[in-house]
C-alpha cells in the first residue's frame, strides 16, 4: 500500500498499458515493477524445470508467456505494431525463425563456440524485440536456459541493475548498440566478467 505523497512520487500508467494489464489493482509504475518481478520468478522457475528444447519458437514465445501470463493479456504473442526499437512487426516470425535456425546451425555444427553463440544470440533476440515489453528480461533468461542446456554456466548478468538504471544499464545498452555495429568484443567483456 502507498501513503499519498509515495503516490504523487509514482508514475501513473499509460491508458493503453492499463488496458492489457490483467491485474486491475496496479495503478502505478512502481506496483508494475513489483507485480512482474513476481511472474518474472515464477517464469524463473518454470525455466529451471523446463526440458525443452530452447533452440524452439515455441519455447521463445513460451518462455515470454510464462514470464508475463500474470501481468500482461499479450504475454507470450509476438507484437503486431512498430515500437522506436526492433524490427518492422510483420517480420518477427521470420527473424525468430532465423535467428533459431542459426543458432542450431552455429552449435550442431561448431561454427561458434557456445558462450560466442549465445552472446549472438541474445543480442538478435532484444534486436528483434519480438514482445511489446519484457524484451530484455525476457532473452537475458532464454540465453540462461540455452547456456544450462548445453552445461554451461549464464552469463553475469546483474539482473537487478540492468533493471533499475544506472551505470550496469548504461554499459549494457552500450554493449548492445556497439553489437548492433557487429562490434561484439563489449557485449563479450560484460558478459564473460565475474561469471560463476
Known sequence: MHD?????????LAPDEADALLP???LTRADLNLWEQENI????????????????EALVRELHR???????????????????????????PAEVRNLILDG???????????????????HRLVKIHPFVNGNGRHARLWCDMLLRQWGRPPFAWKSRELNIGGEARRAYIDALRAADDNDYEPLRELLMRGRT
Do not use: C
Open 41 to 56: 520468478l515464477e517464469g524463473i522457475t518454470w525455466s529451471l524445470r523446463s526440458r525443452s528444447p530452447v533452440l524452439s
Open 104 to 122: 542450431q546451425y552455429w552449435i550442431e555444427n561448431d561454427t561458434l563456440e557456445l558462450d560466442e553463440a549465445a552472446i549472438r544470440l541474445h
Open 4 to 12: 499519498e505523497g509515495e503516490l504523487d512520487r509514482t508514475t501513473p
Open 66 to 92: 510464462r514470464m508475463f501470463n500474470g501481468t500482461w493479456s499479450w504475454a507470450g504473442r509476438y507484437r503486431t505494431s512498430d515500437k522506436s526499437i526492433g524490427v518492422h512487426w510483420p517480420t518477427i
Open 24 to 26: 486491475r489493482h496496479i
